[in-house]
């Protein structure tokens, strides 16, 4: 099993709708968790980070955490063009030292 | 805030140079930094970990003497590509964090390296 994995897409959605992006992960000791954007050609950006169970709700993003399913997720609502992009989850892996694992990523086309 | 600034943004050079890429966090003390590389259409793959003063954790596969790398100070990283060939073409990438992985990554512009 992947340590980190989300759904390739692309996901399409049109403007305006909710976006549901999904990120699954092996490590029960995982502690930390972001999800990142990344635009073609460009380098990732920071979107939101997460560390309880829960939602965390920033603006149009609300990331929801599940530790018992090892199961993070991103929606987006409202819907932008501007949002079409590839997202990816990352999550600290503490083995014999901490560091990050990003996902494949999820290809997200947002259609005006 | 939490700006990170990496040097240069485009390289093309001959195959057997040495190239060194930059990574500078502008307005925070980076406790570690991180070096990615990128290939076409694929997700990111960690390279090194650095914390400013001690030497480089380097992940499995990755040769340690190809690319060097350097944190002497919590706001500069530099990766050294030595003997760069055609395959050592990609996007490289650093990131910054103020306190290890449990922290957001702030992430550089990245630097295309394209070996001839």
């Known amino acids: 099993q992947k340590e980190v994995e989300q759904n390739s897409g692309p996901l399409s959605v049109p403007e305006g709708a909710i976006a549901s992006l999904n990120c699954t992960y092996s490590?029960?000791?995982?502690?930390?968790f972001f999800w990142y954007r990344q635009y073609s050609g460009k380098s990732p950006e920071l979107i939101m980070f997460?560390?309880?169970?829960g939602d965390k709700e920033d603006g149009r993003f609300t990331a929801q955490l599940n530790k018992a399913s090892q199961y993070v997720s991103l929606l987006i609502r409202d819907s932008q063009p501007s949002d079409s992009a590839t997202y990816l989850c990352?999550?600290?892996?503490?083995?014999?030292?901490?560091?990050?694992?990003f996902g494949p990523g999820t290809s997200l086309s947002v259609i005006p | 805030g939490a700006v990170v600034s990496q040097h240069p943004s485009w390289v093309i050079c001959k195959s057997g140079t040495s190239v060194k890429i930059e990574c500078r966090s502008l307005?925070?003390?980076?406790?570690?930094m991180f070096w990615y590389r990128q290939f076409p259409k694929q997700s990111l793959m960690l390279m090194a970990t650095?914390?400013?003063?001690?030497?480089?954790?380097?992940e499995q596969g990755v040769e340690k003497d190809k690319f060097l790398i350097n944190h002497a100070s919590l706001t500069l990283s530099t990766l050294t590509v030595t003997s760069a060939h055609p395959e050592d073409s990609s996007f490289y990438i650093c990131?910054?964090?103020?306190?290890?992985?449990?922290?957001?990554?702030?992430f550089g512009d990245g630097t295309r390296l394209s070996i001839l």
């Open positions: 650095s914390n400013e003063g001690s030497k480089a954790t380097y």
């Open positions: 490590d029960r000791g995982s502690q930390s």
């Open positions: 307005d925070f003390q980076a406790t570690t």
């Open positions: 990131s910054a964090s103020i306190g290890g992985s449990n922290q957001p990554q702030h």
């Open positions: 997460i560390y309880s169970n």
């Open positions: 990352a999550v600290n892996i503490v083995l014999t030292y901490d560091k990050v694992i």
